[in-house]
């Protein structure tokens, strides 16, 4: 019985929500109609600085959509994005780079040769020292590094997190919609990924 009563509850909140969303799209619609041309598209959003209405070409992009009507909230995510993509670091990308390749280059040069003083390991090491074993140490070694890279942009992330929820909010969009519109922006991009993993509730 609870359930049930909660199911409608819930079912009642959304015809309402639903019902409230219709007339205000009324009311728009009357509001507008003696200003617009026929044929003619426009965006019309709300945020905390007011009132935006921009006109839509068919050459319009989500991104330039995104960034024309909610400048603001454009900027911060675009400065949000900078900073996780620039955690790693120069210094960890060059670090990263060097141990993605110094095992074959050991190897190559037999550095490791003087640890491993047996015969049988002399062996073994020689018949490393072979373009196949050099791919295949650079490959994991470029596997750790993206991970690694991964990890800390991931971090990174999570001291964003907050802010940039608060930003959305207060621009009157939800997450959805900021990922929809940043998808295939270059200056988003980072950001936009952990957005699209991020499952987790403001």
Request: net charge negative; with cysteine; glycine share 8%.
């Amino acid at each position: 019985m609870w359930r049930t009563g909660g199911y409608t509850g819930l079912r009642m909140g959304l015809v309402s929500d639903e019902h409230e969303r219709e007339l205000a799209a009324e009311r728009i619609q009357e509001l507008l109609e003696p200003v617009l041309e026929e044929g003619s598209a426009w965006l019309v959003a709300r945020d905390a600085d007011g009132v935006v209405a921009t006109p839509v070409d068919e050459e319009d992009s989500p991104r330039s959509r995104l960034q024309r009507l909610h400048p603001r909230l454009y900027g911060e995510l675009l400065a949000a994005n900078q900073r996780v993509s620039d955690s790693f670091g120069c210094g960890g990308l060059t670090l990263a780079a060097l141990s993605a390749l110094a095992p074959a280059l050991a190897l190559h040069l037999r550095l490791l040769h003087e640890f491993f003083p047996s015969p049988e390991a002399q062996r073994v090491l020689e018949g490393l020292r072979a373009w196949w074993a050099y791919a295949l140490l650079t490959l994991i070694g470029i596997t750790v590094w993206v991970k690694l890279s991964d990890w800390v942009e991931a971090r990174a992330y999570e001291s964003e997190r907050r802010a940039v929820h608060e930003h959305i909010a207060s621009s009157g969009l939800d997450r959805s919609e900021v990922i929809a519109w940043a998808e295939g922006d270059g200056g988003l991009e980072t950001l936009n990924k952990f957005l699209k993993r991020d499952v987790r509730p403001v």
